[in-house]
């Protein structure tokens, strides 16, 4: 058994000063006041020296460190995301991979997974190919046109059981033949509002219960213009007004891909039950600097793709923690539940991660009052 002392343990609504968090064969087996618990003899003690114990972060949305995709070097970007204190990553699929790419880098990522730090990766997350063909990187996409069955058959027999959330766009010709295909095969499958020009109607006539989130927030897309005055109702403001559907925000230090105020208007609208934090973190695919005339802020945390549009971002998830309370004034307690139990839920592995709980899985971190991270154990395991 492992014993951690000295330590005040993040949890979902709150803080458990002067705690303990003991742990044995990769599970968390107690959770309480130190004064309410005695060390076993024989148990390894880990003086956490006043230091925070959180759950290991969820990152749900990741295609790769600033110089890799995950799906090329796949132990460089895990251990450079779980140095940041990502213990569960769903690597990310984009619209530039092709059938082929997709299902020759399920196949690895897959194998990768099955021991050591891969246990970190818990499955894909496709953002593409069933979104709109335009946005960041769109000179390189290798789908366009109407998806066939033939082929996106060929996609979902090939990799659907290693695949947790499918982006998708309401406005797609096919798009509902294609999700209760993707059910058909995975009962548990997470839908995902992606890039998307759809209106909130058109939303609406997709929906099924497995739709169940909307990437990227404030970065899906506009509705049509209704008349020269204003847009229509689009994939941000369906997403608002279904509150059983959770929204993913980009929280990077500048403020770029969503202003202080956009998050927290986010935030106060879904409540802190249903608000993920991602990275949407993607390799450098441009040396863009700063041009203020056509909007291209430089910032450390943020990626460009070659036309100066904004992609994804070179971001951290504890960074992102960080940040959000910083724009928004929340806590350690509900900034780490963005980045833990509510994606945990989303996924229904909550059960086992999300939080520090009797009888879950022991990915936990030792962080400061700034949420940086010191120290990471992945199934009980320091890192």
Same mark, same amino acid.
């Given at each position: 058994m492992k014993v951690i002392i000295n330590t005040n343990v993040i949890l979902p609504d709150g803080i458990l000063f002067d705690g303990v968090v003991a742990f044995e064969n990769g599970k968390i087996t107690a959770v309480c006041k130190e004064k309410d618990f005695t060390i076993p003899d024989g148990a390894e !003690?880990?003086?956490? +020296?006043?230091?925070?114990?959180?759950?290991?972060?969820?990152?749900?949305?990741n295609h790769g460190s600033a110089d890799d995709f995950f799906v090329d070097n796949p132990k460089a970007c895990v251990e450079h995301f779980i140095s940041h204190g990502e213990t569960t990553i769903l690597p990310t699929f984009y619209n530039t991979m092709s059938l082929e790419d997709m299902i020759q880098g399920a196949d690895k990522l897959k194998e990768f997974s099955k021991s050591g730090i891969g246990k970190a990766i818990k499955g894909l997350y496709m953002e593409g190919p069933f979104m709109r063909a335009s946005g960041?990187?769109?000179?390189?996409?290798?789908?366009?046109?109407? !998806?066939?069955?033939? +082929?996106?058959?060929?996609l979902v027999d090939g990799i659907g059981d290693f695949v947790r959330v499918w982006a998708i766009d309401p406005d797609r010709s096919n798009i509902v033949e294609i999700m209760d295909y993707i059910k058909s095969k995975d009962p548990n499958t997470v839908f995902t509002l992606g890039h998307s020009g759809a209106t909130s109607e058109q939303c609406e006539k997709v929906y099924n219960p497995n739709l169940k989130l909307q990437t990227h927030h404030g970065d899906s897309g506009q509705a049509p213009r209704i008349n020269q005055a204003k847009f229509g109702a689009g994939v941000d403001e369906y997403a608002l007004c279904d509150q059983n559907m959770f929204i993913e925000l980009i929280c990077d230090e500048s403020g770029i891909h969503l202003s202080p105020y956009s998050v927290r208007a986010a935030i106060k609208a879904k409540g802190v039950e249903k608000v993920i934090l991602i990275t949407d973190s993607f390799p450098r695919t441009g040396d863009y600097k700063n041009d203020e005339s056509k909007g291209i802020k430089y910032g450390a945390d943020l990626n460009y793709?070659?036309?100066?549009?904004?992609?994804?971002?070179?971001?951290?998830?504890?960074?992102?923690?960080?940040?959000?309370?910083?724009y928004t004034g929340y806590g350690l307690s509900h900034a780490v539940r963005f980045a833990t139990l509510n994606p945990a839920k989303l996924l229904g592995i909550d059960n086992l991660y999300g939080s520090v709980a009797v009888g879950k899985v022991a990915d936990l971190l030792l962080v400061d009052d700034r949420f940086s991270v010191k120290q990471v154990y992945l199934e009980g395991e320091k890192i």
């Open positions: !003690i880990i003086d956490a +020296k006043g230091l925070y114990t959180a759950p290991g972060l969820i990152d749900i949305h960041s990187n769109s000179q390189m996409f290798k789908w366009s046109g109407e !998806i066939s069955k033939e +082929k996106y058959s060929a793709d070659v036309n100066g549009l904004l992609a994804g971002s070179h971001l951290t998830l504890d960074n992102a923690v960080r940040n959000v309370m910083s």
